[in-house]
T-cell receptor
Framework: DQQVKQNSPSLSVQEGRISILNCDYT??????FLWYKKYPAEGPTFLIS?????DKNEDGRFTVFLNKSAKHLSLHIVPSQPGDSAVYFC????????FGSGTQLTVLP | KAGVTQTPRYLIKTRGQQVTLSCSPI?????VSWYQQTPGQGLQFLFE???????NKGNFPGRFSGRQFSNSRSEMNVSTLELGDSALYLC?????????????FGQGTRLTVV
């Protein structure tokens, strides 16, 4: 039973435009969420996190939105750059990180 | 500040053997967690250690074990290796355990079981 779901395996975006990556969760006990970026054969790199007491957290080009009632979060990257091309994982932190299956983002020059 | 260091980076073992992987956390971080990444199952939580004690454990068989030393360094061991244990094993460290903390990952150990 997947408790954290990323339903889009891939996303392509033009350089300079907005990338929106989505994530849904089923466990209402989750109250802290993180986004990681991963290149092949490397460990995930922490990007940004959000606590359930907030509905938005911003860090530079990255903004995470949380909709608790819909059990949905999204990561916005503005503007997207070719170096952002990677696999993005959302995760919930509850007795260890529970990861989604990832979304491959490709930013086209 | 050095990041999370995992050794070795690559390892090839034969079915039935055992293997030990090592992780040195970021200086000052006292919590270490281990994860397995495979193409079929994605990233899965193995276990978490803090103050030399296992705090949480994922849904893996007893062949997977770990420990943490007084300097926060951690090792994980897999006994009686199976072909399906081939994976990227990732270690993550955080300042303290707990839900509202960020974890920072090492580059991983790529284990191949033949």
């Amino acid at each position: 039973d997947q408790q954290v779901k990323q339903n889009s395996p891939s996303l392509s975006v033009q350089e300079g435009r907005i990338s929106i990556l989505n994530c849904d969760y089923t466990n209402s006990m989750f109250d802290y969420f993180l986004w990681y970026k991963k290149y092949p054969a490397e460990g995930p790199t922490f990007l940004i996190s959000i606590s359930s007491i907030k509905d938005k957290n911003e860090d530079g080009r990255f903004t995470v939105f949380l909709n608790k009632s819909a059990k949905h979060l999204s990561l916005h990257i503005v503007p997207s750059q070719p170096g952002d091309s990677a696999v993005y994982f959302c995760a919930a932190n509850s007795r260890g990180l529970t990861f989604g299956s990832g979304t491959q983002l490709t930013v086209l020059p | 500040k050095a990041g999370v260091t995992q050794t070795p980076r690559y390892l090839i073992k034969t079915r039935g053997q055992q293997v030990t992987l090592s992780c040195s956390p970021i200086s000052g971080h006292r919590s270490v967690s281990w994860y397995q990444q495979t193409p079929g199952q994605g990233l899965q939580f193995l276990f978490e250690y803090f103050s030399e004690t296992q705090r949480n454990k994922g849904n893996f068989p007893g062949r997977f074990s770990g420990r943490q030393f007084s300097n926060s360094r951690s090792e994980m061991n897999v006994s009686t290796l199976e072909l399906g244990d081939s994976a990227l094993y990732l270690c993550a460290s955080s300042i303290m355990p707990g839900q509202n903390t960020e974890a920072f990952f090492g580059q991983g150990t790529r284990l191949t079981v033949v």
